[in-house]
């Protein structure tokens, strides 16, 4: 009794530890490339193409404050020997207000937390909500327990194509790879 108790304490952690190998095998991993999910989809494409248009506005109205300075400094500098000590200083004290005023303005819109990230974020939020549940959805289907994003940066150093769920993820929403 004692020789069968003292072999069932030896194999019980090796039967366990067996158990919880062939679990953590049985455990399917993939990855995808949301970059490619992104620029597959056409209303990447129309989010796309407004902040372009955005983005095109507020760089024309941040050249043309660049362009009023350079303009007040070329007048300040024409006008020069004719001003006063005190009008020159004016002068020159607004081309500062305004210089300010344009660094706040690119700061505005193209600052960390600015108009143009502000804008970004609220296009993208409903179409990354629509791949986010297709991959869950695929996810899911095939039963994975690890999805990768291979555009997230350099996370993977190697990836087997045939883990590619990008595809899957592509059928799911509706859309070809052409």
Not at 81 to 107: D, G, H, P, R, W
Not at 131 to 138: F, G, H, K, L
Not at 160 to 175: A, I, K, Q, T, W
Request: aromatic share 10%; proline share 3%; hydrophobic share 40%.
């Amino acid at each position: 009794m004692m020789k069968r108790s003292i072999i069932l304490l030896f194999l019980l952690p090796l039967i366990s530890m067996i158990l919880l190998t062939q679990r953590a095998e049985a455990q399917k991993f993939g990855y995808i490339d949301s970059e490619f999910l992104l620029n597959k989809h056409p209303d990447y494409k129309l989010v796309q193409s407004e902040l372009e248009a955005l983005s095109t506005q507020w760089k024309k109205e941040a050249q043309n404050l660049e362009k009023e300075i350079k303009d007040m400094y070329a007048n300040l500098k024409a006008e020069e020997v004719l001003l006063t000590e005190e009008m020159y200083q004016e002068k020159l004290e607004s081309i500062k207000e305004k210089q300010n005023a344009a660094v706040a303005f690119n700061n505005r819109v193209f600052g960390i937390n600015g108009q143009y990230y502000q804008k970004q974020a609220e296009l993208l939020q409903p179409l990354q909500s629509k791949i986010y549940d297709a991959i869950d959805r695929v996810c899911k289907r095939n039963n994975l327990a690890v999805l990768f994003d291979k555009a997230s940066g350099p996370l993977m150093i190697y990836t087997d194509p045939r883990h590619d769920y990008s595809e899957f993820v592509l059928e799911e929403l509706g859309l070809e790879n052409k």
